[in-house]
């Protein structure tokens, strides 16, 4: 073992010591620093630094209790939570999640996650990430306005335009961003507009904002086909989610000439062999909040499947997980490739796991990370707060050329890394040292902090 991998070994060894549950942050945590030691190796004075050390510690975590009334007037209590994870190139920026999985190892991956994802957007945000363990599914808008309005009354404290501005994740869309805006405003009494991002039209969003994600990846994995000349037209390609980050990916796969076959949710998944109707995606889940077996009833000649792992043994060229965490684990990796899938972006965070990571990349599947590849929507929350300090707003193609521009320039920079130390094809390396680079240089800038 060289010295390098030996550092983060300890340093691995070291989070796995403190905190041995949380083991989505360690694997997070594995992913990144294990594709970075060719650069530790030129850059030693990393290690003098203890850079390793203070980039795996939040700078804060903040955890809290959340009591709200639900429709029958029972109290119900929540966990709500916020790490602020760094903040060497910006304030804090990173979505909030209500899901009942939520937890601190759940949310410190992702905040890490985002502390490169951000500096890879060449924009000046910092990372972070928070959420709860409330389940917006099957509640009344009363209720989730109730839960934001209590939520958004402890977590305001923490927040601000140049402090730390949350956005959406799973199962923070629109409607709670809304509940949560009016909520700070009113505390505050100030119209801090940059102070949470994908609010709607009328109150300071940004167009283009909703589609980020999901065009986003597109645009990536545009970027990444285009260089080995292979088109995305007629390719066949599946899809997991039915929720923000999956309905435009659908639509901007379709508009490049590819056929998207399914779409899930945490139920099941459908299969729709003349290509999912985005129209009725979007309507089942954007405006009926319903489930994704709905789809039947509209497209008769589609099937539905129970179960949402099955989505992997459908036959494609290009596989785009775009639901949650660890969804492609090894089984599911190896049953895409035995069925010719040459192509995998990862539209949600951490979809595939380390070893179907090492799987894809071992047979030569042209593998686009999640941090690189889904970073359209946090690059155009950072747009969203130019035009809120600007008070201006642009028009959606202006929006959607610059989120064209930013994906291509971190294509071109995790390539360019990747060539740099070796391993050409491997962005997930070349995108983990072109994000850690930047942070690293601003903290060494800023001195022992
Ligand atoms: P949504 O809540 O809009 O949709 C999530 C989708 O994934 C739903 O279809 C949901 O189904 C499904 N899902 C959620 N949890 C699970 C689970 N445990 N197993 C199977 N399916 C599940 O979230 P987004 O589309 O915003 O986010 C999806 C992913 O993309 C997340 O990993 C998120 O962190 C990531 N992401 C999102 C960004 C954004 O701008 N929104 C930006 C960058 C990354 P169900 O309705 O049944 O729960």
């Known amino acids: 073992m060289s010295e390098m991998q030996t550092y983060v070994e300890d340093i691995l060894n070291l989070i796995k010591k403190r905190d041995p549950d949380?083991?989505?942050?360690?694997?997070?945590?594995?992913?990144?620093?294990?594709?970075?030691?060719?650069?530790?190796?030129?850059?030693?004075?990393?290690?003098?630094?203890?850079?390793?050390?203070?980039?795996?510690?939040?700078?804060?975590?903040?955890?809290?209790?959340?009591?709200?009334?639900?429709?029958?007037?029972?109290?119900?209590?929540?966990?709500?939570?916020?790490?602020?994870?760094?903040?060497?190139?910006?304030?804090?920026?990173?979505?909030?999640?209500?899901?009942?999985?939520?937890?601190?190892?759940?949310?410190?991956?992702?905040?890490?996650?985002?502390?490169?994802?951000?500096?890879?957007?060449?924009?000046?945000?910092?990372?972070?990430?928070?959420?709860?363990?409330?389940?917006?599914?099957?509640?009344?808008?009363?209720?989730?306005?109730?839960?934001?309005?209590?939520?958004?009354?402890?977590?305001?404290?923490?927040?601000?335009?140049?402090?730390?501005?949350?956005?959406?994740?799973?199962?923070?869309?629109?409607?709670?961003?809304?509940?949560?805006?009016?909520?700070?405003?009113?505390?505050?009494?100030?119209?801090?507009?940059?102070?949470?991002?994908?609010?709607?039209?009328?109150?300071?969003?940004?167009?283009?904002?909703?589609?980020?994600?999901?065009?986003?990846?597109?645009?990536?994995?545009?970027n990444m086909l285009d260089a080995k000349n292979i088109s995305l037209k007629d390719k066949t390609v599946v899809i997991s989610g039915a929720g923000n980050v999956a309905i435009y990916a659908i639509q901007k796969a379709q508009e490049f000439g590819a056929k998207v076959v399914t779409c899930s949710d945490s139920n099941g998944y459908i299969y729709d062999p003349n290509g999912i109707d985005f129209v009725t995606v979007k309507r089942i889940k954007e405006v009926d909040r319903g489930r994704i077996y709905e789809y039947e009833n509209v497209h008769p000649t589609a099937e539905y499947h129970e179960g949402c792992r099955g989505v992997w043994d459908v036959k494609c060229d290009i596989a785009l997980p775009c639901a949650t965490q660890s969804e492609i684990d090894l089984e599911s990796a190896k049953r895409l490739v035995a069925n010719g899938c040459k192509v995998v972006g990862e539209g949600a965070n951490m979809p595939s796991t380390l070893e179907a990571i090492d799987y894809f990349l071992k047979n030569n599947v042209l593998f686009a990370p999640a941090k690189a590849a889904n970073a359209g929507g946090v690059a155009v929350s950072a747009l969203e707060m130019s035009q809120n300090s600007e008070r201006l707003h642009w028009t959606f193609e202006e929006v959607d050329n610059k989120l064209k521009d930013i994906m291509k320039n971190i294509y071109l920079n995790a390539k360019k890394n990747a060539e740099e130390f070796g391993d050409p094809d491997n962005l997930v390396m070349g995108a983990n040292i072109a994000g850690f680079k930047k942070v690293a240089e601003a903290m060494t800038a800023q001195g022992l902090v």
């Not at 530790?40 to 050390?53: D, F």
């Not at 510690?57 to 966990?79: L, T, Y």
């Not at 410190?108 to 409330?134: C, H, M, R």
């Not at 102070?195 to 999901?214: C, D, F, I, N, P």
């Open 22 to 222: 949380q083991i989505e942050f360690q694997n997070t945590v594995k992913e990144v620093l294990t594709s970075i030691v060719p650069f530790l190796e030129k850059n030693p004075q990393y290690k003098a630094q203890k850079l390793l050390e203070r980039i795996v510690e939040p700078e804060r975590v903040i955890s809290f209790r959340v009591a709200w009334e639900d429709d029958k007037g029972e109290i119900q209590v929540n966990r709500g939570y916020r790490v602020q994870m760094n903040s060497a190139i910006g304030p804090y920026k990173g979505g909030l999640r209500f899901h009942p999985s939520v937890n601190l190892s759940i949310l410190k991956f992702l905040a890490f996650e985002q502390v490169f994802k951000n500096s890879l957007t060449s924009l000046p945000i910092g990372g972070g990430k928070g959420g709860s363990d409330f389940d917006p599914k099957g509640k009344s808008d009363n209720e989730v306005m109730r839960f934001c309005q209590a939520f958004m009354t402890e977590l305001y404290r923490h927040i601000g335009p140049h402090v730390d501005v949350p956005a959406g994740d799973i199962g923070v869309g629109g409607r709670e961003i809304g509940y949560l805006f009016g909520q700070y405003k009113r505390i505050r009494d100030a119209y801090d507009s940059a102070v949470l991002t994908g609010k709607g039209l009328t109150y300071g969003g940004s167009l283009a904002r909703t589609e980020a994600t999901g065009y986003g990846l597109l645009y990536f994995v545009k």
